[in-house]
C-alpha cells in the first residue's frame, strides 16, 4: 500500500511545474525574431518586480507585449481545459467526455457570441462589458452540460452512449446557430469571430479581464478539488458511491457549476479549443494514476504545457503565418481521440 | 464502534446460535415498512412492497429469499435507507436509517452491491481504503489507522495477497472478496449484501458464507444478505425473510421457514425438504416424470 501523502503530491506538482517554466522559456524565444537567453531573463526579471517600463528594444517589446501575454493565457486556458475536462469525465462515468466532445465549449461559444452581438446595443459601462461575454459564455456552457445530462440520463443513470451521443448532437446543433448568427453579421466581424471560433490566444485582452479569468481559474478549480475523494468513489459508480457517504447532488452540483465556469471563460478569450480536456487527463492518469487529489492539479499542469508547446508550434511552423491553436490540438489530438475509442472498444 | 479484531483465516466457522449469544440487543428494526413504485404520482404503482417486519441483533445473519423481481432488492435499499419508505420505519441502534445524511449512514451501513466495472484501474489496496471515505473530511490524506484498518479489512476476507494487484485482474471470487474487504472498512454496524454469491462457483460462494458467518460474530456485525441459494442460506442464516410478489410471507429461522408446499407455492416448483448432517435443512428440486 502506498497511499497518497501531501509531500509526494508537492514534489509531482513542482517537477510539472518545471517543466511548465521551461516550456514557457522555449516559447518565449521561439518565432519570427530572435531573443537571447539572456536578454530574456534580464527582462523578465524587469517585469516581475514593475520596472517593465525599462524594456526599451524592439524585441523585448514583442516578447513581454506579445509572447508573454498569449502565454499566460494559454497556461490559463490549457489548465481551465484540463480540469473541466477531467471532472467532466469522472462525473459523467465516461472517459470520452470533455467540454469539445459534451458540446459544452460551443454553448459557451454561442453565449460568448450572443453576449458580443448584444453588448453594443446596451449602454454598459466598459467595466461591465468586459464581463458581459464571459458570463455569456459560462451561462452557454452551464445550459448546454444540463441539456446533454439529461439527453444521457436513463432510468436515474447516466448511460455512456447516450450521453455522448448528446453531446455531440447538442454541440452540432448549436455550431449551426453559431453559423447562422454568423452569417447574418456583415463584413470585418466574420472573419475575426471566425478565427476567434477555430481557437486562437493572439486575443488581447483588458487587465481587469486577466485577474477576472485567474480568479475564476481558482475559485473553479479550487470548488472541484473539494470534490476529488468523492470523484474517486465515482469511479465504481453513482449508487457505490452513495453508499460510501458522497453526497451526490451536491458534487454533482459543484463540478457542474465549476466545471461549466472554467469552459466558458476559456471559450470566451481563445474560442473553442478541442481535445485538452479529453486527452489531457488520460495522459496524466497513465502517469500518476486514477487518484483525483494528484489528477486534477497534475491535468491542470499538463493542460497548461499542452497548450503553450501547441500555441508555440502553430505560430512558429509557417511563418510568418499562425496557425490558430485549436487546429494544433485537432491536429494531435483527433488520432489520439480515435486511438482511445478503439482501445475502449476492443 | 467496532474494530477490526486480529486477522484471520476465511472459513473458521462458529455454530450459528453462538451469534446470539454474543450479544442479545436488538439492532436492527424493520417496522411495518411498505415501498411502491409508479413511473409518475398520478398512474398506479408497478410494482408494490407489503407492510414487512423483522429484527435482527448483532451478530446476526438474516437472508433475504424469494424469485426473481419478488422486492428483495428494494426491501434491502430501504434497510440502507437509500430509499425511503411509503409506510412504517427501518430502525438501527435507534436510528431511522432514511434520516441519516449520507456520510453518518455510509459510517454505520455498509453495502456490498452486485459487480461493477471500474471506469478507470485501481489496485486492490485503493480499492478498499475508499471505505475509509464516510470516516474523514473531504481533502484528507489517509492516516495510519486508515492504512491499519484497510490492511486488516483485506486479511480478514483472506485477501491479503491480492493488495496490490489490479481489480481488472481478480477473479470473480477474489474481486468479491476485495469488495467485502471495502465494505469491512467502513467498520460498520450493519452489512448489506446484494447477491454476493452471484456469478461465484460453488467453492467460492460456500467460502463468502462461511467468511460472512465468521464477522458477523467476530466483528458484531448484523447482516444482510440478498439471495437466491436456498441452501446456503438455510446452512448460514439465523433468520429468512421470504418474499413473493412484494408480500413478506414468512419470518423465522430456516427450520422454521423452510417448509415443503410453501417454498413449492413461491417458486413454482416441485421441491423437498429434508435435514442436513449440521442439522439444517436442505432444499431438493424433485425431477418430475418428464424429466423437467
Not at chain 1, 486575443?203 to 470523484?231: E, H, K, M, N, R
Not at chain 1, 453526497?247 to 478541442?274: E, K, Q, W
Not at chain 2, 486479511?155 to 485482474?169: D, F, K, P, T, Y
Amino acid at each position: 500500500m502506498r497511499p497518497l501523502t501531501i509531500q509526494r503530491l508537492f514534489l509531482q506538482c513542482a517537477v510539472l511545474a518545471g517543466i511548465l517554466f521551461v516550456v514557457v522559456i522555449i516559447a518565449l524565444k521561439a518565432g519570427a525574431v530572435e531573443v537571447s537567453l539572456f536578454a530574456l531573463g534580464r527582462d523578465l526579471i524587469r517585469v516581475i518586480v514593475h520596472h517593465g517600463g525599462e524594456i526599451k528594444s524592439d524585441y523585448g517589446l514583442i516578447v513581454m507585449n506579445i509572447r508573454l501575454p498569449r502565454i499566460l493565457l494559454g497556461i490559463f486556458v490549457g489548465a481551465s481545459l484540463a480540469v473541466a475536462g477531467t471532472g467532466f469525465q469522472a462525473l459523467l462515468r465516461n472517459p470520452l467526455a470533455d467540454p469539445y466532445v459534451l458540446g459544452v465549449s460551443n454553448g459557451a461559444a454561442l453565449g460568448a457570441i450572443l453576449a458580443l452581438l448584444v453588448s453594443p446595443h446596451l449602454s454598459l459601462l466598459p467595466a461591465v462589458a468586459d464581463l458581459l461575454t464571459p458570463l455569456g459564455a459560462f451561462l452557454g456552457a452551464a445550459a448546454t452540460i444540463a441539456a446533454v445530462y439529461f439527453l444521457g440520463r436513463h432510468e436515474g443513470q447516466i448511460d455512456s452512449t447516450t450521453l455522448l451521443l448528446g453531446g455531440v448532437i447538442t454541440g452540432s446543433f448549436l455550431a449551426a446557430i453559431i453559423m447562422f448568427l454568423m452569417t447574418s453579421e456583415t463584413g470585418s466581424n466574420l472573419r475575426g469571430m471566425a478565427y476567434w471560433l477555430m481557437g486562437n490566444l493572439s486575443t488581447s485582452l483588458q487587465p481587469t479581464v486577466y485577474w477576472i479569468l485567474w480568479i475564476g481559474f481558482l475559485l473553479g478549480a479550487g470548488a472541484i478539488y473539494t470534490t476529488a475523494s468523492d470523484l474517486n468513489l465515482l469511479l465504481s459508480g453513482e449508487k457505490e458511491a452513495m453508499h460510501l457517504g458522497v453526497d451526490l447532488p451536491r458534487v454533482r452540483l459543484v463540478v457542474y457549476i465549476a466545471a461549466s465556469l472554467l469552459t466558458g471563460l476559456a471559450v470566451s478569450v481563445s474560442g473553442s479549443i478541442g481535445y485538452v480536456g479529453l486527452l489531457v487527463p488520460h495522459v496524466m492518469r497513465q502517469i500518476f494514476g486514477s487518484d483525483h487529489r494528484v489528477l486534477l492539479p497534475t491535468a491542470a499542469f499538463g493542460g497548461a504545457i499542452a497548450v503553450v508547446i501547441a500555441d508555440t508550434i502553430g505560430r512558429t511552423v509557417v511563418p510568418p503565418a499562425e496557425l490558430p491553436v485549436g487546429a494544433m490540438t485537432a491536429l494531435a489530438g483527433a488520432p489520439l481521440f480515435i486511438y482511445l475509442l478503439r482501445r475502449r472498444m476492443a | 464502534m467496532n474494530t477490526v479484531a486480529r486477522p484471520v483465516e476465511m472459513g473458521a466457522m462458529r455454530s450459528p446460535g453462538e451469534a446470539s449469544r454474543v450479544n442479545n440487543e436488538v439492532r436492527l428494526s424493520v417496522e411495518q415498512v411498505s415501498y411502491a413504485y409508479s413511473p409518475n404520482p398520478t398512474q398506479a404503482p408497478l410494482f408494490t412492497l407489503e407492510a414487512t417486519s423483522f429484527q435482527a441483533r448483532a451478530g446476526e445473519i438474516v437472508a433475504i429469499l424469494g424469485p426473481n423481481a419478488s422486492g428483495k432488492s428494494t426491501l434491502l435499499k430501504l434497510i440502507a435507507g437509500t430509499l425511503e419508505p411509503l409506510s412504517g420505519r427501518v430502525l438501527l441502534n435507534g436510528f431511522v436509517t432514511h434520516s441519516l445524511n449520507a456520510r453518518t449512514r455510509a459510517q454505520r451501513i455498509a453495502m456490498v452491491q452486485q459487480e461493477s466495472q471500474l471506469l478507470f484501474p485501481a489496485r486492490a489496496w485503493e480499492f478498499v481504503l475508499q471505505g475509509r471515505h464516510p470516516h474523514g473530511r473531504a481533502l484528507r490524506f489517509e492516516s495510519a489507522t486508515d492504512i491499519a484498518v484497510a490492511r486488516n479489512a483485506l486479511a480478514q476476507v483472506g485477501a491479503a495477497e491480492l493488495s496490490e494487484r489490479w481489480m481488472a485482474e481478480l477473479s470473480g471470487g477474489e474481486k468479491q472478496r476485495v469488495i467485502l474487504a471495502r465494505a469491512l472498512a467502513q467498520q460498520p454496524l450493519l452489512l448489506l449484501l446484494d447477491e454476493p454469491t452471484l456469478h461465484l462457483d460453488i467453492a467460492a460462494q460456500v467460502d463468502l458464507l462461511h467468511g460472512l458467518r465468521h464477522l458477523a460474530v467476530e466483528n458484531r456485525y448484523t447482516v444482510v444478505v440478498v439471495t437466491h441459494e436456498l441452501n446456503l442460506a438455510g446452512e448460514y442464516a439465523d433468520q429468512v425473510v421470504l418474499i413473493q410478489r412484494g408480500k413478506c410471507l414468512r419470518v423465522g429461522a430456516p427450520g422454521v421457514v423452510y417448509q415443503r408446499e410453501l417454498l413449492e407455492q413461491v417458486f413454482q416448483t416441485p421441491l423437498s425438504v429434508e435435514l442436513g448432517p449440521s442439522g439444517r435443512p436442505r432444499v431438493n428440486v424433485v425431477a418430475d416424470r418428464e424429466g423437467k
